[in-house]
C-alpha cells in the first residue's frame, strides 16, 4: 500500500505504462503460439518448407551463443549467410542484432530471420527484484508489469525471446535456482506463472514491444536431490501432477510459445530426451503447439548422463522425444543428414520442429520487421517510466518478519544513522542473479537510496566485514558508527553470485562473520534493524530470536535502494508474504507447509511421533507470512453452502478489517485439507488467495469460488476426479491459518 502523497506522485507514471502494456495486447490478430495456428501462417511456412534444403532445416533448429556481453561470433554471421542459423543466444543490442540479421535478410537463399534470444529474468536493463522477491508480492500484477517492461526494453533491444518465466517449484533452498522461481507451492507458483506469460507475450506478441516467453524447466529441475544444482531426481508421477505440473499447465494456458527441456533425469530418462514429458503429456494431453528447446548444451550432455554413446545418438534421443531446437551444442547440425539418410529420423519429423520455429517466427513478425531501431533502443532502456516501476515494484515485495516494538518505521527525525554490513553499498548484489543486461552503474544501493531519504541527516557507513570470509577487521568501525548514531541499519545476506544457477549451498547460515556482526552491534545496545538481501531462505534463529526488527528485501532491482528506503522510513508500508518456507536448520530441508499427514503426526509430547529432538519440528517463518505497520483481522468465514455436489461450486467469504492506525496492505490466504479421500492428502493446500488494500478502520469481504478443478485429486489409477467427502477450509493471513469451518462434497 502507497502511504504518502510522495510516492503516490511518481506511482501514476508507471501505472499508466502499465495499462499501455495492457491495451497494447489487447487485440489478438493472431492466436498466441501454445494454440493451432492460422491457415495463412501454415501455408507461408509450408511454402517455404518445399524450398528449404534439409541442411537449412537443421539450421533451424540450431541455437548458437554469442559472447557473454552481447557481441556476434565470427562463425555466426557465416552461418547466417549460409541460411544455417535459426537463432542466436546473448547475442543483443540493436545495432548488433541488426548486423547480423542483415546478413540473413540479404545474403541468404531462404531469408529467414534470425531469431535473438537472452535470459531475461527480472528485467533487461532495468532490473526487477528476481522472481521469489516478485512471488512475495502475493500479486501478479507485480509480475505481469514487471516483464511487460522488461519485454519492451528487450524487444527495442533486438532480443525477441525470453528463456523465463522458470516455473520450478524449489522445496530445497540450497539449490541456487529457488530464486529464479516462485517458491514452494504449485497455486501460487502457477498463478505467477500466468501472469509473467502475460508481461511478456500479451495476447499478440508480434507488437514492437512484446516477446515471446519460455517456460522452463520441464520438469521438476528444483527436486534436484542435495539441492545440488544440475543433479538427478526422483519423483512419482502423482507428485510430478500434483506439484511440478501445475505451474507449467498454466504458463501453456495463458498461451507460452516456448518450452524448455530440464538438465535432470526422470525415472532414469533425461528431460532431453523424454518423450513422456515431452510429446505424451506437453503435446497430447496439453496440446502445446510451440517449439520446445534443450537447455544450454542439454543435448551433447545425454552422453554424460550415459544414455547415449556418441552425438548421433544423443541427437536421435532427444528428436525422437520432441526437442525442436538444440541450444549451443551442435549435434542436429553434425548428424541430422546422417539420420534421416539412415531412416533413424522421418523427414517428417524434421519438418514438424522446422514448423514450429518458423511459426513462432511468423507470429513474432520477424518476417515484416526483422530489424531492431536503435533510437528506440536508446529511448526504452532506463526511461523513467520504467525507473519509477522499478521501485514501485520493489517496494511490493518486501517482507517484514518482526518488527518488536514498532521499531519501524524509522524517524526522519533522527539526526544520526549509521548504515552498516558488506551489502549495503554494493550495487552488483542490489540487481542480484540473472540480472540480464543490466549494469551495477545503474543501480541504487541501499546507502545511497538512505541518502536521498535523508540528505541533511549524518550518515555513517561502515561495511563491518565481507559476505564471506572470516576477518573481523571492520567490525570496531562498524561498532564505532552504531555507537555514534541514533539508529543502525544492518544490510546482510548473500551477495549475488551466491543465488543462481551453479549456486547451490550446504548451509543456509548467514555466510561469513555477518551473524558474528550483528550480535556485535546488537550489544551496543543502540536500536537498528536487519535488512536481508539474498535469493533463498536463510537459518536465522539468532538474528530472529534476539534483533528488534528485520526486513526481507530479496535482491531488490536496479531501484532497490529508494525502495528499500521508502519502507525503512514508512512512505510505503510492507505487504509481502514469504513465498517459500524459512527453515530453523538447514537439517530440517526439505520443509515446506504442504505436507502429507503421517500416522504419527508431529504434535502433542509423545516420543514416537515425526519431529526432531533437537529443534522444533515447526519453521522459523511459514510459508505465507509477514507482518505489517497496521494490524488487520479477519471475521465472518461464510460458505455458501455445507453441501455441494461433486461437479458443483462453493464460494468461501471472509471479511478483513485494518484495525491499525496505518494504510496497508493483506494477504488473505485460503487453504484446503481434504480429510478423507483414496489416497495421502497434504495438510492443507493454498486454494485462493487476494492481496487487500485498506484505510485505517476499512473493511472489506473477500470471496472465493472453488469448483472440481480445487477439489479434484489424482486418485489410485492416477485419474483426477472429486471424491465424496468432507473439506476444511482455513482462511488467515499465512499457512498458519486461523478462521476454519467445512463442507461436505457428495456423489
Request: proline share 5%; aromatic share 8%; hydrophobic share 40%.
Given at each position: 500500500m502507497i502511504a504518502s502523497a510522495l510516492l503516490r506522485k511518481w506511482s501514476v507514471v508507471p501505472r499508466l505504462f502499465f495499462l499501455l502494456c495492457l491495451v497494447s495486447g489487447s487485440a489478438a490478430a493472431r492466436p498466441p503460439a501454445g494454440t493451432a495456428s492460422d491457415p495463412e501462417i501454415e501455408n507461408k511456412i509450408s511454402s517455404l518448407l518445399a524450398r528449404m534444403t534439409l541442411a537449412e532445416k537443421l539450421g533451424q533448429l540450431q541455437q548458437l551463443d554469442g559472447t557473454w556481453d552481447g557481441d556476434v561470433r565470427p562463425e555466426q554471421m557465416e552461418l547466417a549467410r549460409q541460411g544455417l542459423l535459426g537463432s542466436a543466444i546473448c547475442v543483443r543490442g540493436a545495432k548488433r542484432t541488426t548486423e547480423l540479421q542483415r546478413v540473413a535478410m540479404t545474403e541468404s537463399k531462404m531469408k529467414i530471420p534470425i531469431l535473438f534470444s537472452f535470459d531475461v529474468i527480472h528485467g533487461y536493463r532495468t532490473i526487477f527484484p528476481v522472481p521469489l522477491g516478485e512471488a512475495a508480492s502475493w500479486d501478479p500484477s507485480v509480475v505481469e508489469r514487471a516483464d511487460c517492461i522488461a519485454a519492451a526494453e528487450a524487444s527495442a533491444a533486438g532480443v525477441r525471446w525470453t528463456f523465463a518465466p522458470m516455473?520450478?517449484?524449489?522445496?530445497?533452498?540450497?539449490?541456487?535456482?529457488?530464486?529464479?522461481?516462485?517458491?514452494?507451492?504449485?497455486?501460487?507458483?502457477?498463478?505467477?506463472?500466468?501472469?509473467?506469460?502475460?508481461?511478456?507475450?500479451?495476447?499478440?506478441?508480434?507488437?514492437?514491444?512484446?516477446?515471446?516467453?519460455?517456460?522452463?524447466?520441464?520438469?521438476?529441475?528444483?527436486?534436484?536431490?542435495?539441492?545440488?544444482?544440475?543433479?538427478?531426481?526422483?519423483?512419482?508421477?502423482?507428485?510430478?501432477?500434483?506439484?511440478?505440473?501445475?505451474?507449467?499447465?498454466?504458463?501453456?494456458?495463458?498461451?507460452?510459445?516456448?518450452?524448455m527441456s530440464a538438465f535432470n533425469d526422470l525415472d532414469g530418462i533425461p528431460c532431453t530426451a523424454n518423450s513422456f514429458i515431452l510429446t505424451d503429456v506437453l503435446r497430447r494431453e496439453w496440446h502445446f503447439h510451440g517449439l520446445v528447446i534443450s537447455d544450454w548444451n542439454a543435448v551433447k550432455e545425454l552422453i554424460a548422463q550415459g544414455v547415449a554413446a556418441n552425438g548421433e545418438a544423443a541427437a536421435a534421443r532427444a528428436m525422437t522425444a520432441g526437442v525442436d531446437v538444440e541450444m549451443v551444442s551442435q549435434f542436429y547440425h553434425e548428424y541430422g543428414e546422417q539420420l534421416v539418410s539412415e531412416g533413424k529420423i522421418p523427414m517428417a519429423t524434421i519438418d514438424r520442429s522446422v514448423r514450429r520455429v518458423l511459426r513462432v517466427k511468423y507470429r513474432l513478425g520477424l518476417f515484416e520487421h526483422p530489424y531492431a531501431d536503435e533510437g528506440?533502443?536508446?529511448?526504452?532502456?532506463?526511461?523513467?517510466?520504467?525507473?519509477?516501476?522499478?521501485?514501485?515494484?520493489?517496494?511490493?515485495?518486501?517482507?517484514?518478519?518482526?518488527?518488536?516494538?514498532?521499531?519501524?518505521?524509522?524517524?526522519?527525525?533522527?539526526?544520526?544513522?549509521?548504515?552498516?554490513?558488506?551489502?549495503?553499498?554494493?550495487?552488483?548484489?542490489?540487481?542480484?542473479?540473472?540480472?540480464?543486461?543490466?549494469?551495477?552503474?545503474?543501480?541504487?544501493?541501499?546507502?545511497?537510496?538512505?541518502?536521498?531519504?535523508?540528505?541533511?541527516?549524518?550518515?555513517?557507513?561502515?561495511?563491518?566485514?565481507?559476505?564471506?570470509?572470516?576477518?573481523?577487521?571492520?567490525?570496531?568501525?562498524?561498532?564505532?558508527?552504531?555507537?555514534?548514531?541514533?539508529?543502525?541499519?544492518?544490510?546482510?545476506?548473500?551477495?549475488?553470485?551466491?543465488?543462481?544457477?551453479?549456486?547451490?549451498?550446504?548451509?543456509?547460515?548467514?555466510?561469513?562473520?555477518?551473524?558474528?556482526?550483528?550480535?556485535?552491534?546488537?550489544?551496543?545496545?543502540?536500536?537498528?534493524?536487519?535488512?536481508?538481501?539474498?535469493?533463498?531462505?536463510?537459518?536465522?534463529?539468532?538474528?530472529?530470536?534476539?534483533?528488534?526488527?528485520?526486513?526481507?528485501?530479496?535482491?531488490?532491482?536496479?531501484?532497490?535502494?529508494?525502495?528499500?528506503?521508502?519502507?525503512?522510513?514508512?512512505?510505503?508500508?510492507?505487504?509481502?508474504?514469504?513465498?517459500?518456507?524459512?527453515?530453523?536448520?538447514?537439517?530440517?530441508?526439505?520443509?515446506?507447509?504442504?505436507?502429507?499427514?503421517?500416522?504419527?503426526?508431529?504434535?502433542?509430547?509423545?516420543?514416537?511421533?515425526?519431529?526432531?529432538?533437537?529443534?522444533?519440528?515447526?519453521?522459523?517463518?511459514?510459508?505465507?507470512?509477514?507482518?505489517?505497520?497496521?494490524?488487520?483481522?479477519?471475521?465472518?468465514?461464510?460458505?455458501?453452502?455445507?453441501?455441494?455436489?461433486?461437479?458443483?461450486t462453493i464460494i468461501i467469504g471472509v471479511d478483513v478489517e485494518n484495525t491499525g492506525d496505518r494504510a496497508g496492505d493483506e494477504v488473505v490466504q485460503l487453504y484446503l485439507h481434504d480429510l478423507v479421500a483414496s489416497v495421502t492428502r497434504p495438510v492443507k493446500a493454498l486454494k485462493g488467495f487476494e492481496r487487500v488494500s485498506?484505510?485505517?478502520?476499512?473493511?472489506?469481504?473477500?470471496?472465493?469460488?472453488?469448483?472440481?478443478?480445487?477439489?479434484?485429486?489424482?486418485?489410485?489409477?492416477?485419474?483426477?476426479?472429486?471424491?465424496?467427502?468432507t473439506f476444511k477450509v482455513m482462511v488467515g493471513t499465512s499457512s498458519e491459518a486461523g478462521l476454519e469451518s467445512s463442507f461436505e462434497v457428495g456423489p
Amino acid at each position: 500500500m502507497i502511504a504518502s502523497a510522495l510516492l503516490r506522485k511518481w506511482s501514476v507514471v508507471p501505472r499508466l505504462f502499465f495499462l499501455l502494456c495492457l491495451v497494447s495486447g489487447s487485440a489478438a490478430a493472431r492466436p498466441p503460439a501454445g494454440t493451432a495456428s492460422d491457415p495463412e501462417i501454415e501455408n507461408k511456412i509450408s511454402s517455404l518448407l518445399a524450398r528449404m534444403t534439409l541442411a537449412e532445416k537443421l539450421g533451424q533448429l540450431q541455437q548458437l551463443d554469442g559472447t557473454w556481453d552481447g557481441d556476434v561470433r565470427p562463425e555466426q554471421m557465416e552461418l547466417a549467410r549460409q541460411g544455417l542459423l535459426g537463432s542466436a543466444i546473448c547475442v543483443r543490442g540493436a545495432k548488433r542484432t541488426t548486423e547480423l540479421q542483415r546478413v540473413a535478410m540479404t545474403e541468404s537463399k531462404m531469408k529467414i530471420p534470425i531469431l535473438f534470444s537472452f535470459d531475461v529474468i527480472h528485467g533487461y536493463r532495468t532490473i526487477f527484484p528476481v522472481p521469489l522477491g516478485e512471488a512475495a508480492s502475493w500479486d501478479p500484477s507485480v509480475v505481469e508489469r514487471a516483464d511487460c517492461i522488461a519485454a519492451a526494453e528487450a524487444s527495442a533491444a533486438g532480443v525477441r525471446w525470453t528463456f523465463a518465466p522458470m516455473v520450478d517449484i524449489a522445496r530445497d533452498p540450497r539449490w541456487g535456482r529457488i530464486v529464479e522461481g516462485s517458491g514452494e507451492d504449485q497455486f501460487l507458483g502457477a498463478a505467477m506463472a500466468a501472469a509473467a506469460v502475460r508481461g511478456f507475450q500479451g495476447t499478440n506478441y508480434s507488437r514492437p514491444d512484446k516477446m515471446v516467453a519460455c517456460a522452463k524447466h520441464w520438469v521438476a529441475y528444483g527436486a534436484a536431490e542435495g539441492g545440488r544444482d544440475y543433479n538427478t531426481t526422483e519423483v512419482s508421477e502423482r507428485t510430478l501432477r500434483e506439484i511440478y505440473f501445475p505451474p507449467f499447465k498454466a504458463a501453456v494456458d495463458a498461451g507460452v510459445g516456448t518450452v524448455m527441456s530440464a538438465f535432470n533425469d526422470l525415472d532414469g530418462i533425461p528431460c532431453t530426451a523424454n518423450s513422456f514429458i515431452l510429446t505424451d503429456v506437453l503435446r497430447r494431453e496439453w496440446h502445446f503447439h510451440g517449439l520446445v528447446i534443450s537447455d544450454w548444451n542439454a543435448v551433447k550432455e545425454l552422453i554424460a548422463q550415459g544414455v547415449a554413446a556418441n552425438g548421433e545418438a544423443a541427437a536421435a534421443r532427444a528428436m525422437t522425444a520432441g526437442v525442436d531446437v538444440e541450444m549451443v551444442s551442435q549435434f542436429y547440425h553434425e548428424y541430422g543428414e546422417q539420420l534421416v539418410s539412415e531412416g533413424k529420423i522421418p523427414m517428417a519429423t524434421i519438418d514438424r520442429s522446422v514448423r514450429r520455429v518458423l511459426r513462432v517466427k511468423y507470429r513474432l513478425g520477424l518476417f515484416e520487421h526483422p530489424y531492431a531501431d536503435e533510437g528506440l533502443e536508446k529511448a526504452t532502456l532506463l526511461s523513467p517510466a520504467n525507473l519509477a516501476a522499478a521501485r514501485e515494484l520493489a517496494a511490493r515485495t518486501f517482507v517484514l518478519l518482526k518488527n518488536d516494538h514498532e521499531t519501524l518505521p524509522i524517524s526522519r527525525q533522527l539526526k544520526s544513522i549509521a548504515v552498516i554490513g558488506p551489502l549495503a553499498d554494493d550495487a552488483q548484489s542490489m540487481i542480484g542473479p540473472w540480472s540480464g543486461d543490466g549494469r551495477k552503474e545503474d543501480a541504487v544501493t541501499l546507502l545511497a537510496g538512505i541518502h536521498a531519504e535523508l540528505p541533511t541527516a549524518k550518515i555513517i557507513h561502515a561495511r563491518g566485514c565481507d559476505v564471506t570470509g572470516d576477518s573481523r577487521a571492520g567490525f570496531e568501525l562498524a561498532i564505532n558508527a552504531a555507537r555514534e548514531s541514533d539508529f543502525t541499519i544492518l544490510a546482510v545476506g548473500e551477495s549475488a553470485d551466491m543465488s543462481g544457477e551453479a549456486a547451490s549451498r550446504s548451509s543456509l547460515d548467514l555466510p561469513g562473520q555477518q551473524l558474528e556482526l550483528i550480535q556485535a552491534i546488537h550489544a551496543t545496545g543502540k536500536p537498528y534493524v536487519v535488512v536481508l538481501m539474498n535469493g533463498r531462505p536463510l537459518s536465522i534463529g539468532w538474528v530472529a530470536t534476539n534483533s528488534p526488527a528485520i526486513l526481507e528485501t530479496w535482491f531488490a532491482g536496479t531501484q532497490g535502494g529508494y525502495a528499500i528506503a521508502d519502507t525503512l522510513f514508512g512512505d510505503v508500508n510492507p505487504g509481502g508474504k514469504l513465498p517459500v518456507t524459512f527453515p530453523r536448520s538447514v537439517g530440517q530441508v526439505p520443509v515446506y507447509y504442504n505436507h502429507k499427514n503421517t500416522g504419527r503426526p508431529p504434535g502433542g509430547d509423545s516420543k514416537d511421533a515425526s519431529r526432531y529432538i533437537d529443534i522444533p519440528w515447526t519453521p522459523l517463518y511459514p510459508f505465507g507470512y509477514g507482518l505489517s505497520y497496521t494490524q488487520f483481522r479477519l471475521s465472518h468465514l461464510e460458505l455458501s453452502a455445507t453441501h455441494i455436489h461433486r461437479d458443483g461450486t462453493i464460494i468461501i467469504g471472509v471479511d478483513v478489517e485494518n484495525t491499525g492506525d496505518r494504510a496497508g496492505d493483506e494477504v488473505v490466504q485460503l487453504y484446503l485439507h481434504d480429510l478423507v479421500a483414496s489416497v495421502t492428502r497434504p495438510v492443507k493446500a493454498l486454494k485462493g488467495f487476494e492481496r487487500v488494500s485498506l484505510r485505517p478502520g476499512e473493511s472489506r469481504h473477500v470471496e472465493f469460488t472453488l469448483g472440481p478443478g480445487d477439489l479434484g485429486i489424482y486418485n489410485q489409477a492416477m485419474q483426477f476426479a472429486v471424491e465424496p467427502g468432507t473439506f476444511k477450509v482455513m482462511v488467515g493471513t499465512s499457512s498458519e491459518a486461523g478462521l476454519e469451518s467445512s463442507f461436505e462434497v457428495g456423489p
